[in-house]
């Protein structure tokens, strides 16, 4: 055959054998009852911008999978797809508008805002998918979808539609975590905190016709003056003494327990409780008094009474045990307002800017108002001090900027019944999660049964399909007309209707002055909501002729997300692919989505289709680079998957990503820049890695990162970012193909045929019962999801065994005419099997190395030979064949591989020539010395090695290299090897260190301060190091002696 490259050229590989898999179909799957169906359905990438090593990993565990189960014969589906990301997406979209063009989305319109998304969608789309072909993903590209496309669409109108129905749907006035830039409602989940630098403001209200004896004033604290406008009581704790004699009970129950070290701290906090008592709590007592008798306070600035109230959020044992409330601008505020009925006033405009309710201080924004509400307050002579504070903000992971709770209408979904179902399915063992730890995270979440609100104030994303009536001021017209829209609808199928009444309560839309409650205006008392489960604009005119205007608001990115194992299969339609590959068998993701995505799709699966989406999760370990941080490409931390494939190929990517997948850990990954100038790895730093342009030490030639905006810097050469982690992956692919080129190089004459047991030579019996035993333990490992222990044994195997050893040992019979045809036959035979464990995680070297072994031996197989498949990736996974491991050969085998180590080992350290034949004895026990024996033929040829005696009376030469290996003493006759008088020299200067180090140690365990002060393990582990420098001594000149003899 021609001469092969000497090194596997994966860019070529990759180039010529994805467009032949995909072109023949091989990633195709369609209903065939003949068949077991195998299906994963992707977890969808969002379109807001391009994949990053994270996605690289999920992926190629997918893939990894599937390819496996096809070749397993199973009728595989990998269903892909990309998800519209509502709010990211529309986020990344707008920043860059108004970074470039100095536009906001409201400057657009929302017609023109929507056409710029999609367009992002479409080129960010295509690049993804680029991504994951390159990455050897064999998904059937036929059935790709999108959260958005009309196929989901119609799944997401369906579902809302039959939830409305069910009264799963309201809406409700709730506080809500509000992104001021995106002027959005984002959930809990979608919110990150982070300590900033902020201050403690004091300010005092005063009391309102005081009695004589009585507080004229409170005092409370805030590190947001600005929401006081918004307040709407002062809160005291209903029975100030009896908390304070709790936090006694628990303080001294702490300090009973605590460690020494601790006990002042605690000690300290009891002092100040008992002056607490004496100083603070009286007037605690006092205002208490006065809330129950409904006394008032001054708001000040507003110059609004309002109310002192008893109510436990306040904590006597903190502060000055009195707390400003703003219902609507804080979740445990919001709370208190809801039990002692307080009016909500919601101060902020949607964009962040303070409304009318704010009096003089409207239009302006969040920090502006604050610096005048404090400098109005210190005016007032109503500010006590200031405090410097650290402060754990919250912000939205979407625009980074900060949250705002803000009380707004929402459409939520009743959970309780749903999130119970959800629970059931993985209690009961039908969803299993894997590893069985994130359980727990599941099941707590969906035990919180909160309603959940689906709801965002954006333009990107499924609209919510309800009409709503304007305000009816009482239920009687609420339900005339629904009744005339009955009529004018006709009874039209597909039409939902509800009359809701405004939510009792205190919920306010405005204060009309600021004299007290009397201005406050309660909201509308009805109204009427349809709910159209197909987009009919004709049913939308009669509605928009009524009065009934269509929600502006978007459902939730994962509303969309949860209905994805079914809607992408046709439902609500009863397709075949639904009846057939529903429910899928498994999904793959990461921890962060198990409540987000994982806990929704099992609830809105069971509640559409009646089954669970998928019988298994399989939670994958998250990519952190050398910080401990997620990689993310807004972080600059991030890898393009296609930076670590033009480096290293797809195959290291893959395998280098399954090698470092365990159960128990993420995955560290040191990442760099490289330089493309001069190659160079320059580390990326916290501080590098958000720069536009760096300059490379070693070259000082200057290079672009993703954060080039300006033109002078994206006309530089752009640094590739990547990992080192790739580098033994991408060794052991040139291994892989090395081995291969010899063993195609070697089976030139090759012919089929049945190999006889008589002719299996030792080593042949020794390689395929090891094959046998790694077929067993790959496939259990996939089967489990144990990527790394199957990644691990195919390198162990491949490179220290086939590699290493088979290859080595064949070559003597290899140049014999009488045992070559045997010797090929057992050759093709292990690198078939080989090439097909090692398929699903390294796919194109093992094509474009089956392909060569198809030219050479296209039948082959020790039972006389067997045509094999076109493509590897359509070939039978291998079968453990259980009569073929035979654990006494690969016993001896293991034992001759370390002796062989330790010999090649002892010429490297003592520099022995490779044409120089040494000689060795092996001190172990008589069963070693039996299955060792018939080994010499290979010591001799692998490492120019004669035995001169095995067993327990083997000796050591008088001048020998030792070796000590579990269970068993390898020595070496250096004889004639060494030089004697470097040796003596060498020897003598190590005693001469030895005995500085003993004297060391000797007066440190002669010092009685130390014996007596040092704790016992210490002095213990002094002594066994005196005791070990002293035996290594007495060796030395042991050896020093037998030199000198010499």
């Known amino acids: 055959?021609?001469?092969?490259?000497?090194?596997?050229?994966?860019?070529?590989?990759?180039?010529?054998?994805?467009?032949?898999?995909?072109?023949?179909?091989?990633?195709?799957?369609?209903?065939?009852?003949?068949?077991?169906?195998?299906?994963?359905?992707?977890?969808?990438?969002?379109?807001?911008?391009?994949?990053?090593?994270?996605?690289?990993?999920?992926?190629?565990?997918?893939?990894?999978?599937?390819?496996?189960?096809?070749?397993?014969?199973?009728?595989?589906?990998?269903?892909?797809?990309?998800?519209?990301?509502?709010?990211?997406?529309?986020?990344?979209?707008?920043?860059?508008?108004?970074?470039?063009?100095?536009?906001?989305?409201?400057?657009?319109?929302?017609?023109?805002?929507?056409?710029?998304?999609w367009t992002w969608k479409d080129a960010y789309e295509r690049r993804i998918l680029d991504q994951l072909k390159q990455m050897g993903c064999s998904c059937d590209w036929r059935r790709t979808r999108f959260t958005l496309d009309e196929t989901c669409a119609r799944a997401v109108r369906n579902t809302f539609f039959r939830?409305?129905?069910?009264?799963?749907?309201?809406?409700?006035?709730?506080?809500?975590?509000?992104?001021?830039?995106?002027?959005?409602?984002?959930?809990?989940?979608?919110?990150?905190?982070?300590?900033?630098?902020?201050?403690?403001?004091?300010?005092?209200?005063?009391?309102?016709?005081?009695?004589?004896?009585?507080?004229?004033?409170?005092?409370?604290?805030?590190?947001?003056?600005?929401?006081?406008?918004?307040?709407?009581?002062?809160?005291?704790?209903?029975?100030?003494?009896?908390?304070?004699?709790?936090?006694?009970?628990?303080?001294?129950e702490k300090l009973a327990s605590a460690p020494e070290k601790?006990?002042?701290?605690?000690?300290?906090?009891?002092?100040?409780?008992?002056?607490?008592?004496?100083?603070?709590?009286?007037?605690?007592?006092?205002?208490?008094?006065?809330?129950?008798?409904?006394?008032?306070?001054?708001?000040?600035?507003?110059?609004?009474?309002?109310?002192?109230?008893?109510?436990?959020?306040?904590?006597?044992?903190?502060?000055?045990?009195?707390?400003?409330?703003?219902?609507?601008?804080?979740?445990?505020?919001?709370?208190?307002?809801l039990r002692q009925e307080l009016p909500m006033i919601n101060i902020l405009n949607p964009d962040g800017t303070l409304n009318a309710n704010a009096g003089r201080h409207a239009g302006f924004t969040i920090p502006v108002a604050r610096k005048r509400v404090v400098a109005e307050m210190e005016e007032?002579?109503?500010?006590?001090?200031?405090?410097?504070?650290?402060?754990?903000?919250?912000?939205?992971?979407?625009?980074?900027?900060?949250?705002?709770?803000?009380?707004?209408?929402?459409?939520?979904?009743?959970?309780?019944?749903?999130?119970?179902?959800?629970?059931?399915?993985?209690?009961?063992?039908?969803?299993?999660?894997?590893?069985?730890?994130?359980?727990?995270?599941?099941?707590?979440?969906?035990?919180?049964?909160?309603?959940?609100?689906?709801?965002?104030?954006?333009?990107?994303?499924h609209r919510i399909p309800v009409w709503t009536s304007k305000p009816v001021r009482d239920l009687d017209g609420a339900r005339a007309l629904e009744k005339r829209a009955r009529d004018k609808l006709g009874g039209r199928d597909g039409v939902a209707y509800t009359v809701q009444a405004e939510e009792r309560g205190p919920h306010v839309e405005r204060a009309a002055d600021s004299t007290g409650y009397s201005a406050i205006v309660a909201g509308p008392d009805c109204h009427v909501h349809v709910c159209l489960r197909e987009d009919d604009p004709a049913v939308a005119k009669i509605l928009e002729d009524l009065g009934f205007v269509q929600s502006e608001d978007v459902l939730d990115t994962w509303f969309s997300s949860?209905?994805?194992?079914?809607?992408?299969?046709?439902?609500?339609?009863?397709?075949?692919?639904?009846?057939?590959?529903?429910?899928?068998?498994?999904?793959?993701?990461?921890?962060?989505?198990?409540?987000l995505w994982v806990a929704r799709m099992v609830l809105t699966g069971l509640y559409n289709v009646g089954d669970a989406p998928f019988r298994e999760v399989f939670i994958h370990p998250k990519i952190l680079d050398r910080d401990g941080e997620t990689m993310s490409k807004s972080k600059g931390?991030?890898?393009?998957?296609?930076?670590?494939?033009?480096?290293?190929?797809?195959?290291?990517?893959?395998?280098?990503?399954?090698?470092?997948?365990?159960?128990?850990?993420?995955?560290?990954?040191?990442?760099?820049?490289?330089?493309?100038?001069?190659?160079?790895?320059?580390?990326?730093?916290?501080?590098?890695?958000?720069?536009?342009?760096?300059?490379?030490?070693?070259?000082?030639?200057?290079?672009?990162?993703?954060?080039?905006?300006?033109?002078?810097?994206?006309?530089?050469?752009?640094?590739?970012?990547?990992?080192?982690?790739?580098?033994?992956?991408?060794?052991?692919?040139n291994k892989l193909w090395n081995a291969s080129r010899f063993s195609l190089m070697n089976l030139e004459g090759y012919t089929p045929g049945a190999v006889a047991e008589s002719e299996l030579t030792l080593e042949d019996r020794w390689v395929l019962s090891r094959l046998n035993t790694v077929t067993r333990q790959v496939t259990e490992a996939l089967e489990t999801f144990h990527y790394s222990e199957a990644a691990r044994a195919l390198y162990d195997f491949a490179w220290d065994e086939f590699c290493s050893f088979y290859v080595e040992m064949l070559k003597p019979r290899l140049g014999d005419a009488t045992l070559r045809p045997t010797a090929q036959r057992v050759l093709a035979h292990t690198l078939d099997t080989l090439l097909r464990l090692l398929q699903p995680i390294m796919p194109f070297i093992t094509e474009e190395v089956w392909q060569l072994l198809g030219g050479i031996a296209p039948k082959r197989g020790l039972d006389g030979g067997t045509a094999a498949a076109d493509s590897v990736m359509i070939a039978p996974w291998p079968a453990c064949d259980a009569a073929r491991i035979m654990p006494e050969i690969e016993t001896s085998f293991a034992r001759f591989q370390a002796v062989l180590v330790a010999l090649r080992d002892v010429r490297a350290r003592n520099n022995i020539a490779p044409k120089e034949t040494i000689e060795?004895?092996?001190?172990?026990?008589?069963?070693?010395?039996?299955?060792?024996?018939?080994?010499?033929?290979?010591?001799?040829?692998?490492?120019?090695?004669?035995?001169?005696?095995?067993?327990p009376a083997a000796t050591a030469p008088e001048m020998s290299a030792s070796a000590t290996l579990p269970g068993m003493e390898v020595f070496v006759d250096l004889r004639g090897f060494i030089d004697v008088k470097a040796e003596i020299a060498r020897h003598e200067k190590e005693r001469d260190n030895l005995a500085k180090l003993i004297v060391g140690k000797q007066s440190k365990l002669g010092n009685a301060s130390f014996v007596e002060r040092a704790p016992p393990a210490v002095v213990e582990q002094e002594r066994e190091s005196l005791a070990q420098l002293e035996k290594q001594r007495e060796s030395v000149v042991a050896t020093l002696e037998k030199l000198r003899a010499m």
């Open 380 to 461: 007032l002579g109503l500010l006590e001090k200031t405090e410097d504070r650290e402060i754990d903000l919250a912000h939205s992971d979407r625009s980074k900027t900060p949250i705002e709770p803000y009380l707004a209408d929402q459409w939520f979904v009743r959970m309780d019944e749903l999130a119970q179902s959800a629970m059931d399915a993985v209690s009961d063992g039908r969803v299993k999660i894997v590893p069985g730890r994130y359980a727990k995270g599941y099941l707590d979440w969906l035990g919180e049964k909160r309603d959940w609100p689906v709801s965002r104030q954006l333009w990107w994303g």
């Open 637 to 733: 931390n991030g890898v393009d998957p296609l930076d670590v494939i033009e480096k290293f190929g797809a195959d290291a990517l893959r395998f280098g990503l399954a090698y470092l997948t365990t159960e128990t850990q993420d995955v560290r990954m040191p990442v760099d820049f490289e330089c493309p100038h001069c190659h160079v790895l320059v580390e990326q730093t916290k501080k590098n890695r958000e720069l536009p342009r760096i300059a490379c030490k070693k070259c000082g030639g200057e290079f672009s990162t993703q954060w080039a905006t300006k033109e002078e810097d994206k006309a530089l050469p752009r640094g590739a970012v990547v990992s080192e982690r790739f580098e033994v992956a991408r060794n052991f692919a």
């Open 562 to 595: 949860a209905l994805w194992p079914h809607s992408t299969l046709g439902w609500p339609e009863k397709t075949p692919e639904l009846g057939y590959y529903y429910p899928t068998s498994v999904l793959i993701t990461s921890r962060d989505i198990i409540t």
């Open 163 to 252: 939830m409305f129905q069910d009264k799963l749907i309201y809406r409700g006035k709730r506080l809500v975590n509000w992104d001021t830039f995106l002027q959005t409602a984002v959930s809990d989940d979608e919110v990150f905190h982070e300590t900033v630098k902020g201050a403690f403001w004091h300010f005092r209200y005063e009391v309102i016709g005081p009695k004589p004896g009585e507080p004229t004033h409170v005092t409370i604290a805030t590190t947001r003056p600005e929401t006081m406008l918004g307040d709407t009581a002062v809160a005291v704790h209903p029975d100030p003494a009896a908390a304070l004699d709790k936090v006694e009970a628990e303080l001294r």
């Open 262 to 337: 601790e006990r002042d701290g605690i000690r300290k906090q009891l002092e100040d409780l008992t002056e607490r008592r004496r100083t603070l709590l009286p007037q605690l007592i006092q205002l208490r008094d006065m809330a129950r008798d409904g006394r008032m306070v001054m708001l000040p600035i507003m110059k609004r009474a309002i109310p002192l109230v008893a109510d436990e959020w306040a904590k006597p044992e903190l502060g000055t045990g009195c707390v400003k409330i703003t219902p609507a601008h804080d979740p445990n505020d919001y709370e208190v307002g």
């Open 920 to 951: 060795f004895s092996a001190r172990c026990d008589e069963a070693t010395a039996a299955l060792l024996e018939p080994m010499a033929p290979y010591f001799a040829t692998m490492a120019k090695a004669h035995a001169t005696a095995w067993g």
């Open 1 to 117: 055959m021609d001469e092969l490259p000497k090194q596997y050229e994966h860019a070529a590989a990759q180039d010529r054998w994805y467009p032949v898999w995909e072109g023949r179909g091989y990633f195709n799957s369609d209903p065939d009852p003949k068949r077991k169906p195998f299906t994963i359905v992707i977890p969808p990438p969002n379109v807001t911008g391009a994949l990053h090593l994270g996605h690289a990993l999920n992926n190629s565990l997918q893939d990894i999978l599937v390819r496996f189960k096809r070749m397993q014969g199973y009728n595989a589906l990998w269903m892909p797809g990309t998800d519209h990301a509502g709010i990211a997406t529309q986020a990344v979209v707008e920043r860059r508008l108004l970074a470039e063009e100095k536009l906001s989305r409201h400057d657009l319109g929302r017609e023109k805002l929507v056409e710029r998304i």
